[in-house]
């Protein structure tokens, strides 16, 4: 009760103290419950039972206004009682004794029960309002602090209420603060950022003076002393599940109140930092180990690109040495070997090139620069390149007029490979069948190119246009094993598709590339 | 220009044994030759006496060839081809769009190649303008990056594309043939008809016009070819 009341109306001080409303007993906390002038109006000064709803005006404890509650409800009545009679017995007159005495019998017991039901209901009041708040901070609801006056039982009761309702709120709102630094723990920050804020946070969460987070063995770190009037030793281990992490030390206020609670509210921040210590640790590890595989396949790519380029500056002279030769006179331009070489630099060529456009597609520096070509044209050559003179083709162009939209020279690559597969896979003697159709709804040119060779296996199916694939019947054959691969996605680049055709009977294996198409065009 | 003339090329690569092949290649072909092995003597060269065509090799030692192109392209105007082992899908020949005319990937193949210099040599008189063309309120052509702002929105081009607007930026108004514009747009003519250049123009007008179908800007002209007009309208 030491704290001075704030209560409006003993800030009030020509009121005198106002009696609880005896009919608005369920309201005793009510700030403004109605109050009236004391109604037995017993002339005596004796002070008038308590209890406006918050706090006294004038300092009286419960003990002596129960005392004087009890001794206004009794003695009045008594009182008033015995001056009847013995004015009875003054005027002698019998004809009014008796009425006079039943009336003022009548009267006396009135009087006491309203003053007892008053006193009663006025006495009661605090202890409503302690049970009150008792269920609240029970209910884990805030309750304000109850002001009595006095030092007896029921003041102390009240004082030990706040007490413990000050606790709880305190706690919690440890506990939230608590839940939000967990919840502002970022693992992508680091270990050591991490740990210098949750020492900051263990500071401001539990209004320690200082604190360190150690990440050592906690049995390394000597338990200090707990010496009454110093810095109170506080400390709990850090935890992420099973394992120990470190431990967290500081010091509290010597003045400073520390629990069970307190102290189990410490264990569950430690290890919720334990917890986020070691997602820290693992996403530091993934970071790194992610930076190391990306300087791996940077570097991977720039030896492709490096090789690439140094396998293409030789071609480029030998290519280019042959056609001269070749040029120069009529007998050397039908020599086979030299036909042959150039082939076989060709052929390089794009293998390398394959392996460059692997490259590009991973690094998604693809970037197709689309124009209008005839496809069937683009096949046909495509054909010649590929110098297969014993193996049959057909080309039929059910797309005549139409243009497909695409980048040449990717273009060219998809073709190459699959027509290198139709026969390579083929068979020597077997036959290549190429055919164009055009799909006027969508748009669409498809070209399907079909070999007569043994077909695909089902396991092989399924993996086919993954990289470095090759049919298991081929698992020797020469090729960089990347020409599905490469050709579905350059296909795709360019708003295109490559599946593989069924199985059928009777005929090897069968892709149908499609692309974006132009029908024919009219000038204009 | 003086037809008569051999037209003069700047072969500029670090591979000596291609200088040479390459050299005698186009010599045959009855251009004159001159080459260089790397960035600092081309500029050597340069200062001799300007050739006609630069013929360049991208990664070439000391001078990056990217850097050597534009020294050459803010001295003088000349036209370049690039030749590299870069193709246009790095993400490096986006940068060449700015410097060079046209690029040809290594390997080569020597006819494409001579049809390549032979077309950026006919378009010397019809060069890419360096600076945007207003053609009206909604349309503007960039052609030296290969884009065009149709009403406000940027739009990128072909290099086909572009070819073609060139030819056409060119004869602001005039009619130009659509044998001219094959000629302009495609290296291989064997290959590529008239239907290229109708589906191209057809394909152009729908990035470039507002209403493709009441086209204000490229306009056909029946049987013979096709304009391009600037237009007031809004199209």
Redesign the interface.
């Known amino acids: 009760m030491a704290e001075p009341t704030t209560d409006p109306d003993a800030a009030d001080p020509p009121r005198t103290p106002a009696l609880e409303a005896p009919d608005a007993p369920d309201a005793p906390e009510a700030p403004d419950a109605p109050s009236f002038e004391p109604e037995p109006a017993p002339a005596s000064p004796a002070p008038a039972p308590p209890a406006p709803p918050r706090g006294y005006g004038i300092g009286l404890s419960f003990r002596v206004l129960l005392t004087a509650g009890l001794i206004v409800a009794a003695v009045l009545p008594l009182a008033a009682f015995g001056g009847i009679v013995v004015a009875a017995r003054l005027y002698s007159d019998s004809r009014i004794v008796g009425p006079l005495l039943i009336a003022s019998i009548v009267a006396a017991a009135f009087f006491g029960l309203l003053a007892a039901a008053v006193a009663v209901a006025a006495l009661t009041a605090p202890l409503r309002r302690i049970t009150t708040a008792v269920e609240r901070v029970a209910a884990g609801e805030p309750s304000p602090p109850i002001h009595l006056t006095g030092d007896d039982e029921l003041a102390r009761l009240a004082e030990s209420h706040n007490r413990i309702a000050a606790e709880a709120a305190r706690r919690n709102r440890e506990l939230g603060a608590l839940l939000e630094a967990i919840a502002g723990y970022n693992p992508a920050g680091g270990v050591e950022a991490l740990n210098s804020r949750a020492e900051s946070d263990a500071c401001a969460i539990f209004s320690l003076i200082d604190c360190r987070l150690r990440l050592v063995d906690p049995a390394t770190v000597p338990t200090e002393e707990d010496i009454p009037g110093d810095p109170r030793p506080m400390r709990a281990d850090v935890r992420a599940g099973s394992d120990t992490l470190g431990v967290l030390t500081g010091h509290l206020p010597a003045t400073r109140a520390w629990e069970r609670a307190d102290q189990d509210l410490l264990d569950l921040f430690a290890s919720e930092v334990g917890v986020a210590l070691r997602n820290a640790e693992l996403f530091g590890q993934i970071e790194s180990q992610n930076a190391r595989l990306l300087e791996l396949d940077a570097a991977k790519d720039e030896f492709l690109r490096g090789i ?2 140094n396998l ?2 030789p ?3 030998i ?3 042959v ?2 030769l070749r ?1 120069s006179s009529d007998k050397a331009g039908r020599d086979r070997r030299l036909q042959i070489v150039a082939e076989q ?2 052929r390089l ?1 794009r293998l390398v ?1 394959q392996l ?2 692997v490259t ?1 597609l991973e ?1 998604g ?8 070509i ?1 496809v069937g ?2 096949v046909r ?1 495509a054909w010649e390149a590929l110098n297969a003179g014993d193996v049959a083709f057909e080309l039929r162009d059910e797309a005549r ?1 139409w ?1 497909a ?1 695409a ?1 040449p ?2 273009l060219d690559q998809v073709l190459w490979a699959l027509l290198d597969n139709a026969v390579k896979y083929g068979g020597r003697d077997g036959k290549v069948e190429v055919e164009i159709r055009s799909d006027d709804a969508s748009g669409r040119l498809h070209v399907t190119i079909a070999d007569h060779g043994p077909g695909i296996s089902d396991p092989d199916r399924a993996r086919l246009f993954a990289r470095f694939t090759r049919g298991a019947a081929q698992a020797s054959g020469d090729g960089t094993g990347l020409g599905l691969y490469v050709s579905r996605q350059l296909l795709r680049t360019m708003g295109g598709e490559l599946r593989l055709e069924p199985a059928r009977e009777g005929l090897g294996a069968a892709f149908t590339l499609s692309l974006p198409g ?1 029908p ?5 | 220009m003086d037809q008569h003339r051999p037209r003069r090329i700047l072969l500029v690569d670090d591979d000596q044994s291609l200088l040479v092949v390459l050299s005698e290649q186009l010599s045959d072909d009855g251009y004159e030759v001159a080459t260089a092995r790397d960035g600092q003597e081309a500029l050597r060269r340069l200062e001799a006496g300007w050739p006609d065509l630069i013929l360049l090799d991208l990664m070439m030692p000391r001078v990056d060839g990217l850097a050597l192109a534009r020294q050459i392209k803010a001295d003088a105007d000349l036209p370049i081809i690039v030749l590299s082992a870069i193709d246009t899908a790095d993400s490096k020949a986006r940068l060449l769009d700015e410097v060079a005319e046209d690029y040809v990937a290594k390997p080569y193949h020597y006819p494409e190649l001579r049809a390549r210099i032979q077309r950026v040599l006919l378009r010397l008189g019809d060069r890419i303008p360096r600076q945007s063309l207003v053609l009206g309120p909604n349309l503007t052509l960039d052609l030296y990056r290969r884009a065009a702002t149709v009403c406000g929105t940027e739009v990128q081009l072909t290099p086909t594309e572009s070819r073609l607007l060139g030819a056409l930026a060119a004869n602001l108004g005039e009619i130009v043939a659509t044998e001219t514009l094959l000629a302009r747009g495609w290296a291989d003519t064997e290959e590529a008809g008239p239907s290229y250049v109708w589906v191209s123009m057809r394909r152009l007008r729908q990035k470039i016009e507002v209403d493709p179908d009441r086209p204000v800007h490229v306009l056909t002209v029946r049987g013979v070819g096709y304009r391009l007009v600037a237009s007031r309208e809004d199209g």
């Open positions: 690439s380029h293409q500056t071609l480029t002279s290519r280019a040495y056609d001269q040029a630099a060709d060529t090139r460059l456009t590009r690094a520096v693809l970037r197709p620069d689309v124009e209008v005839a044209l683009r050559r007029g243009l939209v980048d020279d990717q132009e024919p065009g009219d000038e204009g």
